[in-house]
């Protein structure tokens, strides 16, 4: 079992829905990273929280220490938030969930 | 420059041939990551510094890879006698501060996608 599990792996969605991924994790953090890959293959650090819950524009991240679970929510999802959202834990080594690819239809 | 830079962007080198791939971090940023992510993969953790101090190897695969920052600002991810399952994205990023004494955002480097023939 991977320490760090997202669900889904593939997320596809009409635009304006919202949107959920989850992150689940068995090891101990300091810190649960949101990364954002673009199709063109950059990331960028979306959100970096370690108790309660961020928004930043249309993106939420929630995170639940007891429970060890993490939520990325997208409030009327767009097509170009189309990319691969990555959870990662750690504290200076980051262990990498796989991946959520979500893709948005106009 | 404004952001993470690598160079080159793309390699394409022969098996048993070394490589070095280069990473420039964001001006005064005192800790850089090394990554590799293969092809729909996650990234994995290879190594990190602070400063010029190579603070924990324990991603490397084996001792073909090696990293340096002799000078705590660029480092260079070196592999050795190149193996084609060694083809893959590597990913350099600094953040601000210390690793270890604060957790902060990591800003991460265009990549340099290696193919190992």
């Known amino acids: 079992k991977n320490e760090v599990e997202q669900s889904p792996q593939n997320l596809t969605a009409q635009e304006g829905e919202f949107i959920t991924i989850n992150c689940s994790y068995s090891?101990?953090?300091?810190?649960l990273h949101w990364l954002q890959q673009h199709p063109g293959g950059g990331i960028v650090s979306l959100f970096m929280?370690?108790?309660g819950k961020k928004k930043h524009g249309r993106l939420i991240a929630t995170i639940n220490i007891q429970e060890k679970h993490s939520s990325l929510h997208i409030t009327a999802s767009h097509p170009r938030d189309s990319a691969v959202y990555i959870c990662?834990?750690?504290?200076?080594?980051?262990?990498f969930g796989q991946g959520t690819r979500l893709t948005i239809n106009p | 420059g404004a952001g993470v830079s690598q160079s080159p962007r793309y390699k394409v080198t022969k098996r048993g041939q070394d490589v070095a791939l280069r990473c420039d971090p964001i001006?005064?940023?005192?800790?850089l990551y090394w990554y590799r992510q293969a092809l729909g993969q996650g990234p994995e953790f290879l190594t990190y510094?602070?400063?010029?101090?190579?603070?924990?190897k324990s991603g490397l695969p084996n001792d073909r890879f090696s990293a340096e920052r002799p000078e705590g600002s660029i480092s260079t991810l070196t592999i050795q006698r190149t193996e084609q399952r060694d083809s893959a994205m590597y990913r350099c990023?600094?953040?601000?501060?210390?690793?270890?004494?604060?957790?902060?955002?990591?800003?991460f480097g265009p990549g340099t996608r290696l193919t190992v023939l």
């Open positions: 990662a834990v750690g504290k200076q080594k980051l262990v």
């Open positions: 090891v101990g953090i300091s810190a």
């Open positions: 510094f602070n400063y010029e101090a190579q603070q924990d």
């Open positions: 001006s005064g940023h005192v800790s």
């Open positions: 929280l370690s108790s």
């Open positions: 990023a600094s953040s601000l501060h210390k690793a270890g004494s604060s957790t902060d955002t990591q800003y």
